[in-house]
């Protein structure tokens, strides 16, 4: 529709190449939209008449009904369906519907409304998971566990303390994307190709019937740049990394040695040859979806680093990177969250875990330290238990004051004293005194618990008003589009 200055038409693998068509299934709808918000706003700026306007809107109206045909020679979708709006309303009014913008706005603006509606989404999603880990921290309250460094045994520390963790990775993640959502939520509609147009538009209404906060102002900057694109696929990229870094323990706590959980069958997969595997595949796959997202945000910014300023074709490949990302996301958050509420903790399995090691350690050396013993004496005392209790291949409690004695070497300490402070201490009443601010102490946990409560409600009011604003522009603009097609 395009090609007036030339002789010759693409060929046809050409024009696969050159084209985004397929891609841009993802956005029609928005282009759609977006069109309805533009002529509606041509028209009260006087620029094209009430007919001329009634004729787009309704046969955009039925194109949004229309299963569209994406096999055409169009090189996009914008193309396409300008064409087909042509070939509906005819030339004198369909021809008016491109006028004062130009692809370069309208891809940029698709692309905008398609990750503002994602990031909501993505952000339910995430207030979903972050419920969840924190109702299976309440849950599971009474859960004591060994917390690793290096992976292996570090200090005693309640599961809960462990799920908190996570909880609160994903509202940084959740706040990320909060942030994201302010920046991609500005127009560029009617910036034109890259300098703006000499019609007398008005950019804010189309912005406001769209839903959008602002614009994006600078006519340069809103066609040039996909720098919204970049931090989005970003966060996703740092959200899919907490998500492995689950994943991994979860793999890892799931094997027949730890046995610290248990995937439910729905959420398990088996080998074709060995009957007996119960496989955490999903966990897996969290893992290398994560790789994959990592390579598209690495795609996006070589992508953009070396392009001139200004509109370039390179940019339509980085479109292709954003729904495969934005898929991943959700369906990583649906998944895990879904695993997470039907796996089965083995209780016993942690604490027999922690009966079997030396993680208790730290606690019993800080008994020494609050009766004046310096820190520094206290580890070495302790390591010298910790030695002879290994060798005799005993936990710290069963040893006897006389083999508390031996390994007291040179250290001035009462043997009895120490065997009595060991023996008055078990995983459960050390937690209680671990009191320390955001510690796995058992007060902390509780205190925790309820403010991440109160914390996911705020964001689920925030997320809910979002989804909400978009909604109401969308109702009006089809209000508007139906008054104006009468
Ligand atoms: N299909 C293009 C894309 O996805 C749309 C913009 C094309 N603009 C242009 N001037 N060639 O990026």
Redesign the pocket.
Same mark, same amino acid.
């Given at each position: 529709m395009y090609r007036s200055r030339f002789t010759e038409n693409l060929d046809e693998h050409t024009l696969d190449y050159l084209s985004?068509i397929s891609? $841009?299934k993802e956005i029609v709808l928005y282009d759609i939209l977006g069109s309805q918000a533009h002529t509606i706003m041509l028209y009260e700026n006087k620029i094209i008449t009430k007919k001329e306007a009634r004729k787009i809107l309704s046969s955009l109206e039925k194109l949004k009904k229309e299963n569209l045909s994406i096999k055409s020679d169009s090189? $996009?979708i914008?193309e396409l369906i300008e064409s087909l709006i042509i070939k509906k309303a005819g030339k004198q009014a369909g021809g008016k519907m491109h006028t004062a913008r130009?692809?370069?706005d309208?891809?940029s603006l698709d692309i905008r409304m398609r990750i503002r509606d994602d990031i909501n989404t993505i952000c339910s999603c995430l207030l979903d998971m972050i419920e969840t880990l924190v109702s299976l921290a309440e849950k599971n309250g009474n859960a004591i566990m060994p917390l690793y460094t290096h992976l292996q045994q570090a200090q005693i520390g309640f599961f809960s303390h462990y799920l908190l963790a996570y909880a609160d990775a994903l509202f940084r993640d959740l706040d990320r994307f909060y942030g994201t959502y302010g920046r991609v939520n500005e127009s560029p509609l009617g910036a034109g190709?890259v300098g703006g147009t000499s019609l007398q538009i008005d950019r804010q209404s189309t912005a406001k019937m769209l839903g959008f906060k602002g614009l994006i102002e600078n006519s340069i900057d809103a066609t040039s740049t996909r720098d919204f694109v970049a931090e989005y696929v970003g966060q996703i990229a740092i959200l899919m990394t907490n998500l492995s870094r689950l994943a991994e323990d979860f793999i890892i706590w799931s094997t027949s040695e730890f046995s610290f959980i248990e995937l439910s069958d729905k959420f398990a997969s088996t080998s074709s040859v060995m009957p007996q595997k119960k496989n955490p595949d999903i966990l897996e796959l969290t893992r290398g979806k994560t790789a994959q997202v990592i390579g598209y945000q690495m795609a996006i910014l070589s992508n953009l680093k070396g392009l001139p300023t200004g509109?370039a074709?390179d940019?339509?490949q980085i479109?292709t990177l954003i729904w495969p990302s934005s898929k991943i996301a959700i369906s990583a958050l649906l998944v895990n969250n879904a695993m997470l509420k039907s796996m089965k903790v083995n209780k016993h399995k942690m604490k027999k875990a922690i009966d079997s090691g030396y993680s208790i350690s730290l606690d019993i050396a800080e008994r020494l330290v609050k009766k004046g013993v310096p820190f520094r004496t206290a580890h070495m005392i302790i390591g010298k238990l910790v030695q002879s209790a290994a060798n005799l291949k005993k936990p710290l409690s069963s040893l006897s004051p006389s083999e508390i004695r031996k390994s007291l070497g040179k250290y001035k300490m009462e043997p009895k004293e120490l065997y009595g402070i060991i023996q008055s201490m078990n995983a459960y009443s050390l937690l209680e005194q671990r009191t320390s601010h955001g510690s796995s102490g058992r007060s902390e946990q509780k205190r925790m618990i309820l403010d991440r409560k109160k914390k996911i409600q705020a964001y689920v009011i925030g997320t809910v008003k979002r989804t909400n604003e978009i909604k109401a522009a969308f109702e009006n603009l089809a209000a508007k589009t139906r008054t104006m097609s009468k």
């Amino acid at each position: 529709m395009y090609r007036s200055r030339f002789t010759e038409n693409l060929d046809e693998h050409t024009l696969d190449y050159l084209s985004s068509i397929s891609d $841009d299934k993802e956005i029609v709808l928005y282009d759609i939209l977006g069109s309805q918000a533009h002529t509606i706003m041509l028209y009260e700026n006087k620029i094209i008449t009430k007919k001329e306007a009634r004729k787009i809107l309704s046969s955009l109206e039925k194109l949004k009904k229309e299963n569209l045909s994406i096999k055409s020679d169009s090189e $996009d979708i914008h193309e396409l369906i300008e064409s087909l709006i042509i070939k509906k309303a005819g030339k004198q009014a369909g021809g008016k519907m491109h006028t004062a913008r130009s692809r370069n706005d309208q891809v940029s603006l698709d692309i905008r409304m398609r990750i503002r509606d994602d990031i909501n989404t993505i952000c339910s999603c995430l207030l979903d998971m972050i419920e969840t880990l924190v109702s299976l921290a309440e849950k599971n309250g009474n859960a004591i566990m060994p917390l690793y460094t290096h992976l292996q045994q570090a200090q005693i520390g309640f599961f809960s303390h462990y799920l908190l963790a996570y909880a609160d990775a994903l509202f940084r993640d959740l706040d990320r994307f909060y942030g994201t959502y302010g920046r991609v939520n500005e127009s560029p509609l009617g910036a034109g190709p890259v300098g703006g147009t000499s019609l007398q538009i008005d950019r804010q209404s189309t912005a406001k019937m769209l839903g959008f906060k602002g614009l994006i102002e600078n006519s340069i900057d809103a066609t040039s740049t996909r720098d919204f694109v970049a931090e989005y696929v970003g966060q996703i990229a740092i959200l899919m990394t907490n998500l492995s870094r689950l994943a991994e323990d979860f793999i890892i706590w799931s094997t027949s040695e730890f046995s610290f959980i248990e995937l439910s069958d729905k959420f398990a997969s088996t080998s074709s040859v060995m009957p007996q595997k119960k496989n955490p595949d999903i966990l897996e796959l969290t893992r290398g979806k994560t790789a994959q997202v990592i390579g598209y945000q690495m795609a996006i910014l070589s992508n953009l680093k070396g392009l001139p300023t200004g509109y370039a074709r390179d940019l339509q490949q980085i479109k292709t990177l954003i729904w495969p990302s934005s898929k991943i996301a959700i369906s990583a958050l649906l998944v895990n969250n879904a695993m997470l509420k039907s796996m089965k903790v083995n209780k016993h399995k942690m604490k027999k875990a922690i009966d079997s090691g030396y993680s208790i350690s730290l606690d019993i050396a800080e008994r020494l330290v609050k009766k004046g013993v310096p820190f520094r004496t206290a580890h070495m005392i302790i390591g010298k238990l910790v030695q002879s209790a290994a060798n005799l291949k005993k936990p710290l409690s069963s040893l006897s004051p006389s083999e508390i004695r031996k390994s007291l070497g040179k250290y001035k300490m009462e043997p009895k004293e120490l065997y009595g402070i060991i023996q008055s201490m078990n995983a459960y009443s050390l937690l209680e005194q671990r009191t320390s601010h955001g510690s796995s102490g058992r007060s902390e946990q509780k205190r925790m618990i309820l403010d991440r409560k109160k914390k996911i409600q705020a964001y689920v009011i925030g997320t809910v008003k979002r989804t909400n604003e978009i909604k109401a522009a969308f109702e009006n603009l089809a209000a508007k589009t139906r008054t104006m097609s009468k």
